[in-house]
């Protein structure tokens, strides 16, 4: 047998040693028609690992938060990745230095060869097997990811990371399979048929479309979330209830209020408050709350444009829907009307009040200028005894401020 059948042989064999029986099963059947495969349990065993590591990061274990479980592996993706991408730069930069090492070896070992005297067959021998060895390594470099510039591989595989990030957001993920599937296809994006395929992708798009192909393809990526995508996840509603408004006989306030049996208590409260009516006027209505329901009638007749507006002491559905959106009365206002211009108690405004009335007052009766609030009532209480016209003329009413009153100066 000849050298150059032996060498045949030889490369044969190593050929079919290097290909296990593994290999040719994936290479003639693909994944197989059955669900179960070889390994299933050591592979089970390992993402169930995995799957604990990653839920102990979110600070939820039994049960995992599956949302913070996408972030938190997608993080430790990230870090994979780019240790990747850096090992893939490191070794791109070395294609060079290896093949003129090669290169160079050979040369001297041919010169070596020649100086000392050996045969021409033997020097050739040496020249075929160091070419052998830089065409070898040549053909294991020659893949597109170490052809093209890194920053074109880091912009694609940094784009599409960011591009799925933002369409998560929109995707509620509640199980460990979903979870699982996010994580996959996060992972791929990260993968060298992945980014080969979108360089080569966006070349045959670029040449066929332009620009207007290349965005309709931006919006149909190889790597999706599309079976998961559901509506933006949005607040829970739930619903609840209106309360019951309790309306009893309110049998109490059919002094100071039209059909009190068909209105709401709280309302009724709520404006009592508002004509500043007290506690025990509230738990049972006197003279002094009927006054005050006038007072407020009054004012809306004079300055609502409701000349026909009845001044009966009951308040009708108007009269309830303007008092109980009153505030509550504050010290030194004792009816709606000094409740709603004089806020702050009457004292506020004292200086003008004192002006006001001295105009009116004889000489003896005249207010000082520091009067305080008692001083200032009882010459509101004289003042209205020299006023018969005064429509509103109660005399619960003889201290306090109405509209009618403080228009008859």
């Not at 030889?10 to 029986?21: D, H, M, P, Q, T």
């Given at each position: 047998m000849?050298?150059?059948?032996?060498?045949s042989i030889?490369?044969?064999?190593?050929?079919?040693?290097?290909?296990?029986?593994a290999s040719m099963d994936v290479y003639g059947e693909g994944v197989g028609t059955e669900l179960a495969y070889s390994g299933m349990a050591q592979r089970m065993s390992s993402q169930e690992a995995y799957v604990s590591y990653i839920c102990r990061q979110t600070g939820s274990v039994n049960p995992c938060d599956w949302q913070g479980f996408v972030l938190a592996g997608m993080n430790d993706i990230d870090n994979r990745c780019d240790g990747y991408l850096a090992w893939l730069d490191s070794r791109r930069r070395w294609n060079g230095p290896i093949q003129k090492q090669i290169a160079d070896?050979?040369?001297?070992?041919?010169?070596?060869?020649?100086?000392?005297?050996?045969?021409?067959?033997?020097i050739g021998v040496v020249a075929a097997a160091f070419g052998?060895?830089?065409?070898?390594?040549?053909?294991?470099?020659?893949?597109l990811l170490m052809e093209v510039n890194h920053s074109t591989v880091q912009t694609i595989v940094l784009a599409n990371q960011d591009?799925?990030?933002?369409?998560?957001?929109?995707i509620s993920v509640d199980s460990q399979p979903a979870a699982i599937y996010v994580l996959r296809q996060y992972l791929r994006l990260c993968m060298p048929y992945t980014i080969e395929n979108e360089i080569n992708t966006t070349i045959t798009t670029y040449q066929l479309g332009g620009t207007r192909a290349l965005a309709a393809a931006e919006a149909s990526p190889l790597i999706e979330l599309a079976s998961l995508a559901r509506k933006p996840i949005r607040p829970e509603i739930k619903l609840v209830r209106p309360q019951t408004v309790v309306i009893r006989d309110n049998e109490q306030f059919r002094f100071v209020v039209h059909n009190p049996e068909s209105t709401s208590t709280k309302i009724i409260t709520k404006a009592l408050v508002g004509i500043c009516a007290t506690p025990e006027e509230i738990a049972n209505p006197s003279k002094q709350t009927i006054a005050r329901v006038k007072v407020l009638q009054q004012w809306r007749q004079m300055s609502s444009g409701l000349p026909n507006k009845k001044v009966d002491g009951k308040m009708d559905s108007g009269d309830l829907a303007v008092a109980s959106a009153q505030p509550q009365?504050?010290?030194?206002?004792?009816?709606?009307?000094?409740?709603?211009?004089?806020?702050?108690?009457?004292?506020?405004?004292?200086?003008?009040l004192i002006e006001l009335f001295n105009g009116k007052l004889a000489e003896n009766e005249k207010l000082p200028a520091d009067a305080n609030e008692d001083a200032i009532r009882t010459a509101v209480e004289k003042l209205k005894s020299h006023m018969p016209?005064?429509?509103?003329?109660?005399?619960?009413?003889?201290?306090?401020?109405t509209l009618e009153f403080i228009q008859k100066f």
């Open positions: 000849n050298l150059r059948t032996l060498s030889l490369i044969v064999v190593l050929c079919l040693a290097s290909c296990n029986r070896t050979g040369t001297a070992t041919a010169l070596i060869m020649t100086a000392t005297g050996a045969g021409n067959a033997a052998l060895a830089r065409n070898s390594f040549d053909s294991s470099q020659s893949r591009r799925f990030r933002k369409q998560l957001q929109g009365c504050t010290p030194g206002t004792q009816n709606f009307y000094e409740a709603r211009e004089y806020p702050g108690g009457i004292m506020t405004t004292a200086p003008d016209n005064l429509k509103l003329n109660d005399p619960e009413l003889s201290k306090q401020l």
